[in-house]
């Protein structure tokens, strides 16, 4: 009786290991599966039709080596930044782009204060910068391009000491960067790389009150012209501006943005 428990038990167990191993192999397939899916997914860029303000971003871009972007709120300068790197990246202009943007604090809460490690803190900052890729791509296509560096996502404090080469660096928001936060990733550009630097001076939200470093930045490579625009005097920088009436989120924040900028 006891040697027939023993067996019954021992090909229990057997049983069960053999169940572990087809229930790995198989999530193991299926992972696989969708990861070459994902790897041969394209990029979803036919949507986006870009206006005549964000036309000159395009070009800019194309033709400077930098391009800084005074962009109102709604303007979808981030989106076009993104919409013209993929179409770069897709083309082999660059091995990656680098998207930048600072988890500046907009509100009343603490982010030092909140508990969990850097990774759990940043969370909802990851999710906020990879919503417009979502856009472009997959989860699945985007989580691919990320283990393979075809698109990496970083503040400005785990960049510090980095050079970026062959890469579309898109600096995001970078209202809420001190000047010498700007220099320090303005500096990390290397060899076969080019720069978008994105901001917008009527955005000051931030609950601590630095410096802007894009208008800081933006004043050392413009002047105002006749009709009182400002125009780039460096030959490899570029500099646009997008308006308010160019707000394509609603007419409310359309006016929104108008009453703060008059």
């Not at 986006?48 to 300068?77: D, R, W, Y």
């Not at 550009?189 to 000051?204: H, M, N």
Request: proline residues 2%; glycine residues 8%.
């Amino acid at each position: 009786m006891n040697q027939e428990r023993h067996v019954n038990r021992k090909g229990k167990r057997n049983k069960a290991k053999v169940d572990r191993h087809e229930s790995r192999a198989k999530q193991g397939t299926e992972l696989v599966m969708s990861e070459r899916a994902a790897a041969s997914e394209n990029y979803k860029l036919d949507w986006f039709k870009p206006t005549e303000g964000q036309k000159e971003i395009i070009h800019s871009m194309c033709v400077n080596e930098l391009t800084a972007v005074q962009g109102s709120s709604g303007t979808g300068k981030s989106t076009t930044a993104i919409w013209q790197g993929l179409n770069d990246l897709k083309r082999g202009c660059y091995k990656r782009i680098v998207f930048i943007k600072t988890p500046s604090q907009v509100g009343d809460d603490d982010l030092g204060a909140l508990k969990g490690t850097a990774d759990e803190k940043l969370f909802m900052h990851w999710v906020a910068m990879k919503s417009i890729f979502h856009t472009f791509m997959s989860k699945g296509k985007l989580e691919m391009e990320e283990k393979a560096e075809r698109i990496v996502f970083t503040i400005p404090n785990f960049i510090a000491g980095q050079t970026l080469d062959d890469s579309l660096i898109i600096i995001d928001e970078s209202q809420f960067l001190s000047p010498q936060t700007v220099k320090l990733l303005l500096e990390r550009c290397g060899k076969g790389s080019r720069v978008c630097l994105l901001g917008d001076k009527f955005q000051q939200y931030s609950t601590k009150k630095r410096k802007d470093g894009f208008s800081d930045f933006v004043n050392k490579i413009t002047i105002e012209d006749e009709e009182g625009e400002l125009i780039s005097t460096e030959p490899t920088m570029g500099f646009v501006r997008l308006y308010a009436d160019e707000n394509m989120r609603s007419a409310l924040s359309r006016r929104i943005v108008e009453l703060y900028e008059e």
